[in-house]
């Protein structure tokens, strides 16, 4: 062939090549490969997008100690500047480069679909993208529906690399976990296998030391990041989910300023989880982060509670950043979103379709679009 020997013409082709590989790496770049799920038990719409709340931030009833350095932390008379003192990560860094849902204040509107809005159905809600009414309690047993989890598990390349680190008891029973082979991490249980970093031993070992503030079957949020952060950077699994529980507990005590402090605490150790996963080529441009509550909470005084009998906490918010995610930051069209929809978006941040046998929630288009 001429082509062969003629150098001009390969200059003349060259700025074709130079396309069609950007083209290549424009793809790649595009569509996760990996997915953090992050489930934030109770937290409210209202903290996430006003900030604290003045009355209940300086309230006596919900609160203890010095107002005056819960007022400096946490409150500003500006709500774009109190929203951020109270979560500098997600509004500093998920706002610029992700999308933020369920601010009811602009017509955004996120909701619970199953009619219980309390922890375990709101879990089996979000896992399986579907509302089983049978699931009507915390203390229910094995779940048997599909969840998005175990569709993932079953596909092509992630097989034995879906994991689940859970304050909870209850999310055990939720995916199944007695007749699941997925890794999926309870309390007390420590991360398994014998070659064992320094950073897994350690969240293993203090697990047993922290005190059991919630009672037998929960983990402290702490204990359940240490766990998963240590295990993410030895043994770099593509779909994780990590299940938090203080918010919801703090609340339910009616303790304000433990709430903001959590929630503060989260926060951080999201940014630094996204941090640590960004400087690791196996995760680097190639993961996505989708973070939901499973119901939200009562207002005024009931913010304390959720439940059905207790109005407004059916309503709740979600996030999502990472490559195929286009940067939108706080979403300020009007729609209404359900959280059975989260399963099959993020099955589909992955290039998969989840069905299941039950009808799941259609996909958040405005999520990849
Ligand atoms: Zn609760």
Request: hydrophobic fraction near 35%; aromatic fraction near 12%; charged fraction near 25%.
């Amino acid at each position: 062939m001429k082509f062969k020997s003629n150098p001009y013409l390969l200059v003349l082709f060259l700025p074709v090549i130079f396309i069609f590989l950007i083209r290549i790496s424009h793809a790649k770049s595009n569509k996760a490969e990996n997915i953090v799920l992050i489930l934030v038990d109770g937290y409210r719409w209202q903290e996430l997008f006003r900030g604290a709340e003045h009355d209940l931030l300086l309230s006596k009833k919900y609160n203890s100690g010095d107002s005056l350095e819960r007022v400096n932390k946490y409150w500003d008379d500006d709500l774009t500047a109190r929203r951020k003192k109270l979560m500098p990560f997600t509004w500093n860094y998920i706002s610029e480069h992700g999308q933020l849902y369920g601010n009811r204040d602009l017509g955004n509107f996120v909701n619970v679909k199953n009619p219980y809005w309390i922890s375990y159905p709101g879990r089996a809600e979000v896992l399986s993208g579907s509302v089983d009414s049978a699931i009507n309690s915390n203390s229910y047993p094995n779940n048997t529906d599909m969840n998005v989890l175990e569709f993932l598990n079953g596909q092509n390349g992630y097989r034995d690399k879906v994991v689940t680190f859970a304050c909870w008891g209850a999310t055990g029973r939720c995916l199944n976990k007695e007749n699941s082979r997925m890794l999926i991490s309870v309390p007390w249980e420590n991360i398994p296998g014998n070659n064992l970093t320094e950073a897994e031993t350690l969240a293993n070992e203090i697990q047993h030391y922290a005190p059991k503030t919630f009672g037998e079957d929960e983990r402290l949020d702490f204990e359940v990041y240490a766990l998963a952060k240590s295990y993410i950077k030895s043994k770099h699994p593509k779909v994780i989910y990590i299940d938090f529980g203080d918010p919801d507990e703090y609340a339910h005590s009616g303790k304000y300023k433990n709430y903001l402090d959590d929630i503060h605490n989260l926060d951080e150790m999201i940014g630094k989880l996204w941090k640590m996963m960004q400087a690791d080529d196996f995760y680097k441009e190639k993961t996505a982060f989708f973070i939901v509550p499973d119901h939200g909470r009562g207002s005024g005084d009931q913010w304390t509670d959720h439940g059905s009998s207790v109005e407004h906490s059916n309503e709740t918010w979600f996030m999502a950043m990472g490559p195929g995610i286009p940067a939108k930051g706080e979403m300020k069209m009007k729609t209404q979103i359900f959280q059975d929809q989260y399963a099959k978006t993020i099955a589909g941040l992955l290039g998969f379709d989840y069905t299941a046998p039950k009808p799941v929630g259609e996909a958040i288009e405005s999520v990849k679009k």
